[in-house]
């Protein structure tokens, strides 16, 4: 008997592709140039380049931001 594999956490239907805009607004509307440059950068949430246009996984932003949540809180701390 086979069983399918679980299905990574990326591939859930609940786990929606944002738009930059949509990411933005999720991240209290910090400016499209800021998301752009930290691409650039590689040092904001992973992005996906689906053709001509940049979208997130919602995943990967909420992601993102816990890793610097806890950046934060080890700053604070020392």
Known sequence: MTTEPAQPERNRPDDPV?????VSA???????ATLKRWRTERTGP?????GRH???RRSEVEKWLQQKECEAAAWMAS
């Open 18 to 22: 944002l738009s930059a805009a949509e």
């Open 26 to 32: 999720m991240l209290g509307g910090i400016p499209l």
């Open 46 to 50: 992973v992005a996906l380049h689906i």
């Open 54 to 56: 940049v979208r997130y």
